[in-house]
């Protein structure tokens, strides 16, 4: 496997599938729409560029993943799924004024989705290199310790 397509995509033997790993962007984004809708999040006020809360669940979730061999995809993937949730979430629930297709077509405006995307990509990429490089550190610690002689 090349490096690019292991960094891409990650590679881990030992870890779960990749089949279930693809679950995690869509749960990210019900598990953030659903804190928000029900005021476990909350949006700072005013002109939000990041939703924080959001952010932190998929930065969080996507180190740990990284940590366990998955690839910068899925932390891409991972991070704009928990900030898209936070995107739903104001959209579709806190334009509750407009009719629900305006609402829908806000959502989806190119131009936001956009926005989210670079959002996901700088986070991701920043969660992915720390959970990469805990891992790293971690498995180097074991195999010292591993080789070490015993006393």
Same mark, same amino acid.
């Given at each position: 496997m090349s490096l690019a397509r292991r960094v891409l995509l990650g590679s881990n033997p030992n870890g779960s599938p990749r089949r279930h790993r693809l679950l995690v962007p869509p749960l990210l984004f019900l598990a953030s729409f659903a804190a928000y809708g029900l005021g476990v999040f909350?949006?700072?006020?005013?002109?939000?560029?990041?939703?924080?809360? %959001? %952010? %932190?669940?998929g930065v969080l979730v996507t180190a740990g993943l990284a940590y366990r061999g998955a690839g910068v995809a899925l932390a891409w993937l991972s991070v704009y799924g928990a900030l898209l949730g936070s995107n739903a979430d104001h959209y579709l629930l806190g334009l509750s004024g407009r009719p629900l297709g305006e609402r829908v077509a806000a959502l989806l405006e190119v131009d936001g989705l956009v926005f989210v995307g670079v959002e996901a990509l700088a986070l991701g990429t920043l969660a992915w290199v720390a959970g990469a490089l805990a891992g790293r550190a971690v498995d180097e610690v074991r195999d010292r310790r591993r080789d070490a002689p015993a006393e």
């Open positions: 909350a949006h700072a006020g005013g002109v939000v560029f990041l939703a924080f809360d %959001a %952010a %932190a669940l």
